[in-house]
């Protein structure tokens, strides 16, 4: 591993390698980061940052490479999509939000709530892609 990331970029051509990477990973400053070909490469950031879809890491000899949401267990609810929602943004649990769904990360306590609201709730495995937090910034916490 000799190279670090020297920027990041919303890469719009195809990049060189890709990292795939879970929500958690994707929130981070300083890591060391293994591509899908095996190549090991330094991320060392001034600020935290949220990667999202379409983000690319720019190694220092100007390689993209970049970053693809993994698959992960999340919760689908259908519904009352307003109402769940409010629900959900009360408790400040990062939420996808998409026309007749919303996804978020399996948690069985959240799970039970909206049940107990009347949503309908399905197990799934697909990419996390929640909604970035007000005010500009990239990533909601939970409390």
């Excluded at 399996?106 to 937090?133: I, R, T």
């Amino acid at each position: 591993m000799s190279l670090v990331v020297s920027r990041i970029i919303q890469h719009s051509v195809d990049p060189d390698d890709v990292v795939i990477m879970d929500y958690e990973s994707r929130f981070l400053r300083r890591k060391v980061l293994t591509t899908e070909s095996g190549f090991r490469f330094l991320v060392d950031l001034a600020n935290t940052i949220s990667l999202q879809l379409h983000d690319a890491f720019v190694l220092e000899d100007g390689r993209l490479v970049g970053v693809v949401p993994a698959k992960e267990n999340l919760l689908e609810i259908k519904g009352d999509l307003i109402r769940y929602a409010w629900h959900i943004g009360n408790r400040h649990t990062p939420c996808q939000i998409e026309p007749g769904r919303l996804l978020i990360q399996d948690n069985h306590v959240m799970k039970d709530l909206l049940l107990k609201l009347g949503a309908s709730v399905e197990e799934v495995c697909e990419p996390f892609l929640a909604e970035g937090g007000a005010y500009g910034n990239t990533r909601t916490h939970a409390h």
